[in-house]
């Protein structure tokens, strides 16, 4: 039996040299995008986007040029919407494809959510309230966050991490997420975990914090916390 495996390991190997080769060989574009204006970002699929506040409304995107022409990008009730077209192949894989990155400017942004397996990295917020929030395995970076409200939600395995200061910060986890907020100082925390996920957070006020499953909540800081626990999970508070 061991010269089958044998074979079937060497032939799965060279398709994934031939899959790696495919995707060095294939063409590359990019696009610009003209867009109106927005203060909302919504990213679906896998790309991956990089934004920069303080400028005029911009869109560029670069990578694979069979990606970029499937590329749909359009703002929408003040929002900017990007994702991939959808129902124009059956037969079409976004294997051996090389990434796609966009680079987005806006001039102040309120909040950004991802739906799919794509990442995110923003420079830096400011203003009274940023909204974030992940549906899926994505990933979500904020430099830089000096705002009044911060909210951050994940259903899935997605992760958020952020820094700064905020006046409060609600932060909340449906699965098996992250939220990393370790550089962000709030003044109050309100924060909730459903599954198996993890925050990590400052307060110095107050910070209220409920647990159903496993998860594991960290609130560093002199706040005073409340705790509501269901399950296995675990809350450190101080420190």
Sequence with gaps: MRAPLIIGAAMIASACHAGGNAEETRPTAQRDFQVGA???????????????????????????????????????????????????????????????????????????????????????????????????????EIG????????????????IRGAGRAESAMASIAGSGDIDLGALEVGDATLSIVGSGGINIR????AAVEIRGSGDVNVAGPARCTISKAGSGDVHCGG
């Design 144 to 159: 830089t966050l000096a705002v009044g409200q911060a909210n951050f939600s994940i259903a899935g395995s997605g992760g």
């Design 203 to 206: 307060a110095t006020r107050t």
């Design 38 to 140: 927005f203060d909302r970002i919504a990213l679906g699929g896998s790309p991956n986007v990089i934004v920069a506040v303080g400028g005029a409304p911009s869109v560029h995107a670069e990578g694979d040029a069979e990606l970029i022409q499937r590329l749909e990008v359009a703002v929408q009730d003040g929002q900017l919407r990007i994702g991939y077209r959808e129902g124009s192949s059956h037969w079409f894989s976004f294997r051996n494809h090389r990434p796609v990155t966009i680079h987005v400017t806006v001039p102040s942004l309120a909040g950004a959510q991802i739906g799919g397996s794509g990442d995110m990295r923003i420079d830096r917020v400011q203003g009274p309230s940023f909204s974030g929030q992940i549906g899926g395995s994505g990933d979500m």
